[in-house]
């Protein structure tokens, strides 16, 4: 099993066509995605050949959902059309929408995501590193070939945290690992994931990576006390970013003790959640609670 994205997946490329839309469709390719098309208005009816495979381009989100089936778009527009992009696949009513561009002004943001409540399209992102589920599909800019499948749910705001939580547990394994992107704004929070990885029978136990500034870790503790029963390991970076300051992409301000690593580490660990003070530190709460899960003898 798996949250939002598996080997079922049907995938379309926003942007398929441009420098970094054809470097990792080349790579989701080889990763066992199903991409069944591009869309870019201007090269409808042509096809992009990635070694042994010819994509088909389509001139609208609509028209590639109509002729494949696509149930999933990730979109790798410039910022300045990625507003656009997001509502066109909202309207033609697509299952999830990996919005990757970094760079989206954020009252464009807030016009996609707030036109996507309540309609049939989960936005992931914008400034993400999209969703993989090792072994079955990847959407996005992870690299698949640093972990496996397997038992671990990772939801993150960093994408290089992501990374390197993958490639640390990658002899566990992970169902499926989503990077919801660190902006202001974001279609899909941790509160969404942790929901999805709760109901996943395959999925025994999560991972939270947070980041200074807001009070979305906040959120995520209150949450986990009252509805997930499955162990949650946490991480929080910035423990040494200084206060009064935005930093990162995540354009996080610091004020007093609102928002501090120390505040979020103090939330998650009263409902708790285990939080490591490193990458590795985090990995090895990891293992040691699926140590002591094992019956004995096993």
Do not use: W
């Amino acid at each position: 099993m798996a949250i939002y994205l598996t080997k079922e997946s049907k995938v379309l490329v926003q942007g398929m066509t441009g420098g970094e839309g054809m470097k990792h469709t080349r790579r989701m390719l080889a990763a066992g995605t199903d991409v069944v098309g591009g869309v870019n208005p201007r090269k409808a009816g042509q096809s992009v050949d990635f070694d042994e495979r010819a994509v088909p381009v389509y001139g609208t989100v609509a028209e590639g959902m109509a002729a494949t089936g696509a149930d999933v778009t990730v979109v790798f527009v410039p910022p300045a059309f990625a507003k656009a992009a997001v509502l066109e696949a909202t309207d033609a009513g697509i299952g999830l929408a990996v919005v990757i561009t970094e760079g989206i002004p954020v009252h464009d943001s807030v016009a996609f995501t707030s036109y996507a409540r309540g309609r049939s399209t989960r936005i992931i992102g914008p400034n993400c590193p999209g969703l993989i589920t090792p072994g079955q599909s990847n959407a996005g800019i992870i690299p698949a070939d640093i972990t496996k499948p397997g038992r671990i749910g990772l939801v993150s705001k960093s994408g290089t945290l992501t990374y390197q939580l993958m490639y640390e547990l990658r002899d566990i394994g992970f169902s499926t690992a989503v990077g919801i992107g660190g902006d202001p704004v974001v279609g899909t929070n941790h509160i969404d994931c942790l929901a999805a990885f709760q109901e996943d029978p395959d999925t025994e136990l999560v991972v939270l990576i947070g980041e200074i500034g807001g009070d979305a870790e906040e959120r995520a503790a209150a949450y986990i006390r009252e509805h997930v029963t499955k162990p949650v390991v946490g991480y929080i970076a910035g423990f040494t970013a200084p206060e009064g300051r935005t930093m990162g992409h995540a354009g996080a301000i610091v004020s007093g003790s609102a928002g501090t690593a120390r505040a979020k580490r103090e939330a998650l660990e009263a409902v708790g959640v285990r939080v490591g003070s490193t990458p590795t530190e985090t990995a090895r709460l990891v293992l040691d609670l699926l140590d002591a899960r094992q019956p004995e003898g096993s």
